[in-house]
């Protein structure tokens, strides 16, 4: 597969077409599980299949089984925390409440920074290196995403639910400021004094970032 093909759209694809048993779904979220901190640590290119499998307690076979080659488990990966993101402000609507969709996305994006620690530095560094194996998807599917969601942005400021703000700025702000518990959580606890976050912590993170956004976008909750 060349770096232009979609890979999330083919892990999506091939999730659908999966037999969903809990066996395999243990198996695969093992590999899954194995895989993000070998992309952590080495990288896509350093990364390996047989590294994979030895982290995860399996045959190199049993890799292949579940994933056919080292990029299909890459697309699995960046597609599991791409649809997690997406998926807490997906059905947002120009009826809908700014405050309290706005301050949903956040403490959701927040708590993925906990639970999902891995894919997101694996997202970001994706992104910091050209999105060599994104660049179709943020191309197509995400700039339509992101243009639907600002849309309804727009919607609310019209209706005089919230201050004019560019949506786009809007939702940058958001990524950088929930997503920082994960790519940079070590500079996090090192500042804070802490040898790690707990929930409380990522409980916090999400109110204060959620009275900052909200004010500064004129929003009452």
């Not at 901190?37 to 994979?52: D, L, P, Y």
């Not at 809007?170 to 400021?177: C, M, N, R």
Request: one cysteine or more; glycine letters at 4%.
């Amino acid at each position: 597969m060349s770096s232009t093909e979609n890979i999330l759209t083919k892990a999506a694809a091939d999730k659908q077409r999966k037999p969903t048993g809990k066996i395999r779904q243990q198996n695969e979220q093992v590999i899954i599980d194995a895989a993000e901190i070998e992309f952590v640590n080495h990288g896509f290119k350093g990364a390996s299949v047989r590294k994979i499998a030895e982290r995860a307690g399996l045959p190199k076979a049993n890799v292949h089984y579940y994933f056919k080659s080292k990029i299909d488990l890459y697309g699995a990966v960046l597609h599991n925390i791409i649809e997690l993101w997406n998926s807490a402000f997906n059905d947002i609507k120009p009826d809908d409440d700014p405050a309290e969709a706005l301050a949903a996305y956040i403490h959701s994006k927040v708590m993925y920074s906990k639970t999902n620690p891995l894919a997101s530095r694996i997202f970001a560094s994706e992104i910091i290196h050209g999105a060599p194996f994104l660049s179709q998807y943020i191309e197509t599917d995400f700039e339509n995403w992101v243009a639907e969601k600002a849309s309804v942005i727009k919607a609310w400021i019209a209706q005089g639910k919230m201050d004019p703000v560019d949506p786009y700025h809007l939702l940058f702000l958001i990524w950088a400021s929930t997503q920082h518990y994960a790519d940079f959580g070590e500079q996090v606890k090192a500042v804070l004094g802490k040898e790690n976050l707990a929930d409380d912590d990522y409980q916090q993170a999400a109110e204060q970032i959620t009275q900052i956004i909200l004010k500064g976008c004129g929003i009452r909750r």
